[in-house]
């Protein structure tokens, strides 16, 4: 298959918005994968439309796609042969290896035709938007294959991994289904919670009783055991089993044999408060010494879901029955804290308690839920405070997909009281309405500060922008050392002058408040 049809079927689903016309155009794409009977090209385009790779990481973002080369006049690249190139980039390593990444970044864009170089640019760069999430995706791959989506979503959720079920089905057929199954040492998608203002709606949602836990955070972990043999996985089923020994060793301390357990780890301070998440997430890169970076900062274990034990399957079993089992076999001190209620003053003293600590907020379960692997449940919320701030609007991106030809992710600063000008927080294209872009894209081509055909169009710094989000998290990727987390535009506020807008000491306070 060649690179084109895949670059100008993403574009095609990205302009389409009907959930239905999108995965009839994936299946179709999927359909000419599968002729070619190579399931690694099915499960190559699988990945790509829905904004990954195959490879994880490469060592390529947006820096280093600044600059590219003409594109070329016709298309000559296959799928595999760019998967390949994205294979040995990802290899290089040792001195001289940024100028050699460049070299092969630069060769593959050459060869690569304009469009394909907007597929490229946007995959590697994590902004392919083109709404083939994974549900779409999951379907897309049952329409292709002839076979009923329930039995795809399963397999996928069991094997958590949709591009290799994607390359079974269309490969050998709903049979080859079967062989995705849970099983010890296999990592799985894990569960995902949805949104809830606060616990009252949360009790209410659930049925009037839930359980509460602490919501921590660290980083989430899935723990594999069998036997004497231990393996960890992130929540993208990375494996960081030689990164993380307190994890291996918590596993290996649990009275079982067989295990595949949900947890979290974290790195606390002294008095229990947790540290901001860079530092434990600095514990899950690569290390040329574990043991070093383990001793200046250990983590701690918490278990929170049990989804095998000892050869029984767990999964479908309710959330109150994995609570028990989870309660046999991991000590107190490795458990999240937990209160099951339909109190909803209980909840919100909780709540108080969870946050006073330092944590992010608190899960919400169903008593009777089963656990959905890879999927964003309905028996799971999480419901944590929400920040807002005032900032002004610096610069923004034209869009792709069906944002083409709008402009969409915008740049985010807060007024900086010492010199009179603004520090950039980070950038977000979340919450826009179709009506706000359309406005949007108006008013900034009104405050265009310079050329407006360029990816990025600088603004005068004019208009004020109301976001929500999640936290402030350190990052050099900014001047000011710090950027917004899970930002959302709320509203635009013309009632505002960018002199009203917050201060870069504001965003600072809420920061060294989370330290």
Do not use: C
């Not at 980039?89 to 040792?94: C, D, E, L, M, Y």
């Not at 199954?181 to 659930?206: D, F, K, N």
């Not at 970076?293 to 309710?318: I, K, M, T």
């Not at 985010?412 to 009506?435: E, I, N, Q, S, Y």
């Amino acid at each position: 298959m060649q690179l084109i049809d895949v670059a100008d079927a993403s574009a095609e689903v990205g302009a389409t918005s009907a959930r239905l016309a999108k995965i009839a155009l994936i299946a179709g794409l999927l359909r000419d994968a599968g002729i070619e009977d190579d399931p690694k090209v099915v499960a190559v385009v699988v990945s790509w439309l829905s904004g990954e790779l195959p490879q994880r990481q490469i060592g390529v973002g947006w820096a280093a796609l600044r600059s590219l080369p003409s594109p070329a006049g016709e298309p000559s690249l296959t799928v595999l042969q760019v998967d390949a190139a994205f294979s040995e980039i990802g290899q290089v390593a040792g001195k001289g290896s940024q100028a050699r990444r460049a070299d092969l970044v630069n060769g593959l864009f050459a060869a690569a035709t304009e469009s394909e170089q907007t597929f490229l640019r946007r995959l590697l760069g994590g902004e392919l938007r083109q709404g083939a999430l994974a549900g779409v995706m999951a379907d897309a791959v049952a329409k292709a294959a002839d076979v009923a989506a329930p039995v795809v979503r399963r397999a996928a959720m069991l094997g958590g991994d949709l591009p290799a079920v994607a390359a079974a089905a269309l490969t050998d057929g709903e049979a080859a289904l079967e062989q995705f199954t849970l099983r010890v040492g296999r990592p799985v998608g894990p569960m995902l919670a949805q949104t809830a203002s606060g616990v009252g709606e949360a009790l209410e949602h659930l049925g009037g009783t839930a359980v509460f836990e602490a919501k921590l955070d660290g980083a989430r972990v899935q723990i594999h055991r069998a036997g004497d043999a231990v393996s960890i996985y992130t929540r993208s089923l990375d494996d960081v089993t030689e990164r993380l020994p307190e994890v291996v060793e918590a596993a290996l301390a649990l009275p079982v044999t067989d295990l595949i357990a949900d947890a979290e780890a974290i790195a606390l301070r002294p008095d229990a408060r947790p540290h901001r998440f860079q530092v434990t997430a600095s514990r899950f890169g690569r290390s040329a010494d574990v043991a070093t970076a383990r001793a200046a900062q250990p983590l701690s274990v918490f278990v929170f879901d049990v989804l095998h034990l000892d050869g029984e399957d767990l999964l479908d079993r309710p959330t109150s029955e994995r609570v028990a089992a989870l309660d046999a076999i991991v000590p107190k001190t490795h458990r999240v804290d937990r209160l099951i209620t339909d109190d909803a003053d209980a909840a919100q003293r909780f709540l108080d308690a969870t946050l006073d600590a330092g944590h992010e907020g608190v899960m919400a379960k169903s008593l009777t839920a089963p656990y959905e692997a890879g999927r964003r449940g309905a028996g799971w919320l999480k419901v944590k405070p929400v920040h807002t701030l005032d900032l002004v609007v610096l610069g923004v991106e034209w869009g792709s997909g069906r944002r083409t030809g709008k402009l969409s992710n915008i740049h985010l600063g807060a007024r900086d009281p010492a010199t009179g000008g603004f520090v950039m927080l980070g950038k977000t294209f979340k919450g826009m309405t179709d009506a706000m872009l359309a406005w949007q894209t108006t008013r900034f081509m009104e405050l265009a500060d310079g050329p407006t055909d360029g990816w990025v169009v600088k603004l005068r710094p004019e208009q004020v922008v109301e976001i929500a989000f999640d936290g402030v998290q350190g990052s050099s990727r900014y001047p000011g050392g710090m950027a917004l987390r899970f930002a959302r535009v709320l509203r635009y506020r013309d009632d505002k002058s960018p002199v009203e807008a917050d201060t870069v000491d504001t965003v600072r306070a809420i920061y060294e408040h989370s330290a």
